[in-house]
């Protein structure tokens, strides 16, 4: 190898680390992670002592029948091989979100310290475009709760991932993603194939048709009502809930409503608004609860 030649190599290892270590340091902002490239996997290894954590994401271009359209899928997995059939929790975005910045910063870090030290058992989380539609079919031919329900399935077990079946164990979500993480619950229930757990964080649950039209999610106040989690709690069945929210928050009425109607498994209202830096500091207790509900797979 020539002296350019593996000055180059060495320019471009410097890059992929220095790459890896901001992906690590700032959780998974995935939005700057673009190309034609049909799969990246990112491999954040944290800097400093101790074993490296190595979350890793991968997201892929696929195409949902069910939202006429192609979306992204992202998997943030604990590590580079891992078992096959681990289970999976998928997670919603919010309005104006997406798949690649759907879960808290941290999410990924925590997730994969917790895995190696044996706090956490393994497993993945999945996150896919759901559109501003409060994921419901509020646009003919867009229906972003079939594609959670029927396509995610075969898409997980195409690799490896989830059940026999590609089946999610659990679902989580923020702001709307919590609206939609609620209402996956009631149409697993609905199905006779109930969650094992469901978490909303600062879920979209508003007390009020005036204050929800604006956001132009459902056609009327009829179809929220039909929809909206606060009023049909009973529908949920026994699955076990998280549910987090600051006290600063706009959505902290509804969630109070909600937790004084459903009686969560985890209840939080502490400090807090709507964004990131609430979202990033209930991470831990995210995890806690999911991973008391994770299915033993073992055989």
């Not at 993603?177 to 619950?185: D, K, N, P, R, V």
């Not at 609905?190 to 929800?212: D, K, V």
Request: hydrophobic share 40%.
């Amino acid at each position: 190898m020539t002296d350019s030649a593996s000055e180059r190599l060495v320019r471009r290892r410097s890059l992929l680390i220095a790459g890896a270590a901001g992906v690590a340091t700032t959780g998974i902002a995935l939005g700057a992670l673009t190309g034609s490239v049909p799969m990246l996997d990112v491999v954040a290894k944290a800097v400093g002592g101790g074993a490296a954590a190595e979350p890793v994401v991968r997201v892929e271009r696929v195409r949902s029948a069910a939202r006429g359209a192609e979306v992204n899928l992202v998997t943030i997995l604990p590590s580079e091989l891992p078992a096959r059939n681990l289970p999976v929790c998928l997670f919603l975005h919010g309005l104006r979100g997406s798949a690649r910045r759907a879960a808290p910063t941290g999410l990924a870090g925590t997730l994969v310290r917790g895995v190696r030290s044996g706090e956490l058992p393994p497993f993945a989380f999945v996150a896919v475009d759901g559109g501003d539609n409060y994921w419901h079919e509020n646009r003919v031919g867009d229906n972003s709760m079939a594609m959670l329900l029927d396509e995610v399935p075969r898409w997980l077990r195409e690799r490896g991932l989830g059940d026999a079946t590609g089946t999610p164990f659990a679902c989580a979500g923020v702001s709307m993603g919590g609206f939609g993480s609620l209402l996956y619950a009631r149409r697993r229930h609905e199905q006779g194939r109930p969650l094992a757990a469901a978490a909303a964080i600062s879920p979209g649950l508003l007390t009020s048709w005036r204050e929800m039209s604006t956001r132009r999610a459902f056609k009327n106040n009829h179809e929220w009502a039909s929809l909206d989690p606060l009023r049909n709690v009973e529908k949920l069945g026994r699955t076990p809930i998280g549910i987090w929210c600051g006290t600063e928050d706009h959505f902290i009425e509804g969630t109070r409503k909600f937790i004084r109607l459903a009686s969560p498994e985890v209840a939080y209202t502490g400090p807090g608004g709507h964004g990131d830096s609430f979202y990033r500091r209930i991470v831990p207790d995210l995890l806690a609860f999911l991973g008391r509900h994770v299915p033993d797979t073992r055989v």
